[in-house]
C-alpha cells in the first residue's frame, strides 16, 4: 500500500530559486493537506484542500502556492525561496466522508526537508 | 481560536517507567482529540483518538482520557519501552473544521 507518497525526500535550492514539492495519494482521500514542521513550533498547517478544484490557505500560507486538479495530487510550489521556508513538510490526506467530524485520521507522508542557501 | 497545549519536553524516562504527557485544549464546541507519534526519520502516525467527553482510547499500551471538565487529554503509558522514543503530538478537530490544529509535541526518549 503506497499511501501518501512526497517527492524529493532531500532538497536544496538557492534564494530565490522556485521548485515543485509533489504529493500523491492513492486512498480516494477528499481532504489534503500540507504542513511545514520546524523544530520547537510543531506543525503549522500551510495549505489545504477538501475537493478537486477547492484549496485554501492555512496558518503559514505566504511563499507558497497549491492547486488541487485530481483527487490524487496535491502539489505546493515555492516561487521564490527564502531561508525562512528552509523546513521539513509533510504531506497529509483524510477522508472527510462518514461522520460529521470525518474520521480525523490524518495518514501523513514520510517527509520533504528543504535547505534554502 | 483553538489551541493544544503539550508539557515542553524531552522526556527522558528509564524502561518499565510511568509516562505522562500532558495535553491541554482550547475549543469552541465539541472537538475531537488525538496523539500522533513520529518516530526518528518518519511521519506522523495516530495513536489514539477519542470523540467525546469521557471516552478513552488506547493503543499499544497508551491510554488517554478526554476530560471535557479540565479540557485535558494526557496520555499515559504504565511501562515504556525504548521503542517508545519518539516525539509525541496532541491534536484536536472541531466540528466544522477540515483541519486538525496540533500541539508543539513533546519527544520522549527512552533508556535502558
Known amino acids: 500500500n503506497a499511501g501518501v507518497t512526497q517527492t524529493p525526500k532531500f532538497q536544496v535550492l538557492k534564494t530565490g530559486q522556485s521548485m515543485t514539492l509533489q504529493c500523491a495519494q492513492d486512498m480516494n482521500h477528499e481532504y489534503m493537506s500540507w504542513y511545514r514542521q520546524d523544530p520547537g513550533m510543531g506543525l503549522r498547517l500551510i495549505h489545504y484542500s477538501v475537493g478537486a478544484g477547492i484549496t485554501d490557505q492555512g496558518e503559514v500560507p505566504n511563499g507558497y502556492n497549491v492547486s488541487r486538479s485530481t483527487t490524487e495530487d496535491f502539489p505546493l510550489r515555492l516561487l521564490s525561496a527564502a531561508p525562512s521556508q528552509t523546513s521539513v513538510y509533510f504531506c497529509?490526506?483524510?477522508?472527510?466522508?462518514?461522520?460529521?467530524?470525518?474520521?480525523?485520521?490524518?495518514?501523513f507522508g514520510e517527509g520533504s526537508r528543504l535547505t534554502v542557501l | 481560536g483553538d489551541s493544544v497545549t503539550q508539557m515542553e519536553g524531552p522526556v527522558t524516562l528509564s524502561e518499565e517507567a510511568f509516562l505522562t504527557i500532558n495535553c491541554t485544549y482550547t475549543a469552541t464546541g465539541y472537538p475531537s482529540l488525538f496523539w500522533y507519534v513520529q518516530y526518528p526519520g518518519e511521519g506522523l502516525q495516530l495513536l489514539l483518538k477519542?470523540?467525546?467527553?469521557?471516552d478513552k482510547g488506547s493503543n499499544k499500551g497508551f491510554e488517554a482520557t478526554y476530560r471535557k471538565e479540565t479540557t485535558s487529554f494526557h496520555l499515559e503509558k504504565g511501562s515504556v519501552q525504548v521503542s517508545d522514543s519518539a516525539v509525541y503530538f496532541c491534536a484536536l478537530l472541531t466540528g466544522t473544521a477540515s483541519k486538525l490544529t496540533f500541539g508543539t509535541g513533546t519527544r520522549l526518549q527512552v533508556t535502558l
Open positions: 497529509a490526506s483524510r477522508r472527510l466522508a462518514g461522520s460529521r467530524l470525518g474520521t480525523g485520521e490524518l495518514f
Open positions: 477519542a470523540t467525546k467527553a469521557d
